[in-house]
């Protein structure tokens, strides 16, 4: 049954219009930048939860370390699709913005230098663990990256093709000396990850904020009948802009964030096994 449909506004010039749709395509890439985010995110707790079961399982130490291996280049790749999401124009208004940040990063974060060579060399050269060591008087498992990827990052240079970041190239004798650990490296990577994506939003979400209320000046003053409105033309019977659907979806996905931000900021490393996304 249809309800009956109350005009918010009538009198809606061109560059009102213009404004909206600029608006709309503005929310809808940064929820497309929230899509990367939870896939990275969601990778990373796989990968946890995969090495917190393997410590239990009963399969074969080669089945281990292909289940490993598969999540933790999983999180990897999928860190490096948010990175192109970031760098291409057509995609992301703050192109700019996100290069000055990433170039900060590469200069002064290793854990952002690791992620992106240990990507590199999962896949051009096979897996990235490589051993499982037990310490009995500890009772406690470390996950170890293959020496082979200290021996190909020493060969690598920072003008070079494939190239190294400095900063990495620097420390890569010290990093061969202590060894990485897959499952510290991962927690240290998704403080480093959040971090960075927190700088990006620090500048962005201001602008969405406007972004919603230009949108919200033309709909429904309150939900669920907001997520309804839509633009309609006197001159065009075709052209029905549903400016609602954004904004509930806008809505949704800050309620998601919302979730992810308890898990993120809990003491609990354990609260990251499980994901509010889950079905």
Not at 2 to 14: F, L, Q
Not at 32 to 44: F, G, K
Not at 132 to 152: G, H, N, Q, R, S
Not at 166 to 175: A, C, D, E, F, P
Request: aromatic share 14%; glycine share 2%.
């Amino acid at each position: 049954m249809k309800g009956t449909e109350h005009i918010v506004s009538d009198k809606i010039t061109e560059d009102n219009l213009k404004a909206i749709q600029e608006a709309y395509t503005y929310i809808q890439n940064f929820l497309n930048e929230t899509d990367h985010y939870i896939m990275v995110l969601e990778n990373i707790w796989n990968f946890i939860a995969c090495i917190q079961s393997l410590e239990k399982s009963k399969y074969e130490e080669e089945t281990k370390f292909i289940q490993m291996n598969r999540h933790f280049m999983n999180y990897l790749n999928a860190f490096y699709s948010w990175k192109c999401f970031h760098g291409h124009e057509s995609s992301y208004q703050h192109k700019k913005e996100y290069e000055d940040i990433k170039e900060k990063y590469q200069k002064q974060n290793l854990i952002y230098g690791l992620a992106d060579a240990l990507r590199n060399f999962s896949t051009h050269n096979g897996f990235a663990i490589s051993t499982i060591e037990y310490d009995v008087l500890k009772e406690k498992t470390a996950y170890w990256i293959t020496p082979l990827f200290y021996d190909d990052m020493k060969k690598l240079k920072p003008n070079g093709k494939p190239k190294i970041n400095s900063l990495l190239k620097n420390h890569i004798t010290q990093l061969q000396q202590t060894g990485i650990e897959a499952y510290t490296f991962t927690l240290a990577f998704q403080k480093t990850f959040i971090e960075l994506q927190q700088t990006i939003w620090d500048f962005t979400l201001p602008e969405i904020c406007k972004k919603i209320k230009v949108i919200s000046s033309v709909a429904a003053p309150t939900a669920p009948d907001c997520y309804n409105s839509y633009i309609v033309s006197t001159h065009d019977d075709e052209f029905n802009f549903g400016i609602g659907r954004i904004l509930e979806l806008y809505s949704r996905r800050m309620e998601t964030m919302d979730a992810i931000q308890k898990i993120n900021t809990s003491n609990e490393v354990k609260v990251c096994l499980t994901s509010p996304f889950s079905p």
